[in-house]
């Protein structure tokens, strides 16, 4: 029962959907889930549990009634740099957000993945020009939850990049308001926005 519990906890804060600004010189698509919904308390919670593993760690060595036995020297060792190291990370990962996006500058002519924290700016953490972008394609899934995967295919081997996830019937009206007409295949999705990239649908990378 908690199994289940935790199970429809996960799925329902992770079920993510995609959602369309359109700007004057570009078109963002956000990733919105329950946790970028949610975000300045996650960020928050993630930066308390840094500062908590810190306090963990000085407390093993300044509190009264440390162990400063020989043999336990090194597992405290280990314990305190595991916990430092963990600390680390929530604090990094709370300081550069939760919030994921795709940015498509049409000036600049290139695809940007975005990630922002509730009150930081938005960084840029990969930059392609649209020149090196293949295809767009769906990807499908057979078992689970119904979800179509939007991905941005490089020319060069057979990388791709991942944009976002959302239901079938819900990533075809995203479809249709991305190219700004009815689309009856895919071929036609973002090739206004994007030039020479293209729109195909496809069930597997093969």
Partial sequence: MILSFLNNLYNRCTVEHLRLEEREDAIVLHRDTWITRNARTVEGGMLVAAAGLGAMVVGMWVLPGAVWLAPLLVLKAAVSLAGLWAAALLARSARLGVRVGTRIDRRAGRLEIVQSAFRGPPQ???????????????????????????????????????????????????????????????EAMLTSLVGRARMREARSFG
């Fill in 124 to 186: 840029v953490i990969e930059r392609i020009p649209l020149c090196r972008i293949e295809s767009f394609f769906i990807l499908r899934e057979r078992e689970g939850r119904a979800a179509s995967h939007l991905y941005a295919r490089l020319a060069e081997g057979r990388d791709a990049i991942y944009l976002g996830s959302d239901s079938d019937p819900a990533l075809e009206r995203l479809h249709a308001q991305l190219s700004g007409a009815s689309v009856r295949t895919t």
